[in-house]
């Protein structure tokens, strides 16, 4: 295994040990991670999965807009901008000066569909989380 894999284990195990030279540890052996496929003595942290969740699911995308951990109400909201950005620009088609609602228009497009992506990356990590869930 690699280290980011071992890692996946060790960053929500009760046993870890953070050593500012080496990394993160095993505090029984006082060594990196050397198991193969799944650590013997591995104690899971509810609270550290749970904050790596968190963290993942707010990692997504543009922390500042959309919700950030619900990826269903980011996808509904994107597609949502995203088709009022359409409507703006048949209605911008309709008009004779195209300036003014063609820049609106393709922003409110590229962001309703940059809050989809989001909303999409969100529910990629949450279906992770729920896989890893049922397998341990």
Request: neutral net charge; glycine residues 8%; hydrophobic residues 35%.
């Amino acid at each position: 295994m690699t280290r980011n894999q071992h890692l996946e284990f060790c960053k929500v195990c009760t046993l870890r040990k953070m050593d500012f030279k080496r990394g993160l540890l095993c505090s029984l052996t006082d060594e990196m991670a050397d198991f193969d496929p799944t650590c013997p003595t591995h104690i899971q942290d509810e609270k550290a999965v749970e904050a790596e969740f968190k963290r993942r699911m707010a990692a997504t995308g543009d922390y500042e807009t959309g919700d950030s951990y619900d990826f269903k109400k980011n996808q509904k909201l994107g597609t949502q901008i995203f088709f009022a950005g359409i409507g703006i620009t048949l209605l911008s088609y309709q008009t004779a000066d195209f300036t003014g609602f063609s820049t609106i228009a393709y922003g409110t497009i590229i962001f309703g569909a940059a809050q989809y992506m989001r909303g999409a990356e969100q529910e990629r990590v949450f279906r992770k989380h729920r896989d890893k869930e049922k397998t341990e």
